[in-house]
């Protein structure tokens, strides 16, 4: 049975109530021994003299989550996962502000440790999300993944 594909985007910044709901609804998993989270905030870089003070984010949101959803499900596939949650914002989210967030579970640690590195630099890699750094002086630049 094929899953459906979900959206994974939110506008604007992913907030700290929102993390902590998420975590806080596995309390009744009973058979998840593990939980690993990542938080990928905009930092305050400097560039070329200039400090970046936000990102916009856009995608092409079907091709986006049709490539989140593939990464999701190839990741069960090569890992032992209770579930697994990602959302990325859309939108300007300012320096301090987490920008995507990414939590997975398991019956044990070793497995979340893993999976959550893969698939974090499988969603870096493949998914088309554009990042346009605002700088302070009004100025930008489109943001490069590493």
Same mark, same amino acid.
């Given at each position: ?41 905009? =930092? ?27 990464? =999701? ?35 044990? =640690? ?37």
């Amino acid at each position: 049975m094929e899953k459906e594909v979900k959206n994974v985007f939110v506008s604007g910044a992913i907030t700290p109530d929102f993390i902590a709901n998420s975590i806080a609804k596995h309390q009744s998993k009973t058979t998840i021994g593990a939980h690993d989270i990542f938080l990928g905030q905009v =930092r305050a870089d400097e560039i070329e003299g200039k400090k970046v003070g936000a990102i916009e984010y856009t995608a092409y949101e079907k091709m986006a989550n049709l490539k989140f959803h593939e990464i =999701r499900e190839a990741t069960f596939d090569k890992f032992d996962l209770t579930c697994m949650h990602i959302y990325h914002s859309l939108g300007k989210v300012e320096v301090g502000e987490i920008c995507l967030f990414v939590f997975v579970s398991s019956p044990h =640690r070793k497995e979340v440790f893993e999976a959550l590195h893969h698939v974090v630099e499988e969603i870096k890699k493949e998914v088309p999300v554009f990042g346009k750094e605002l700088f302070e002086d009004d100025s930008y630049q489109w943001k490069v993944n590493t």
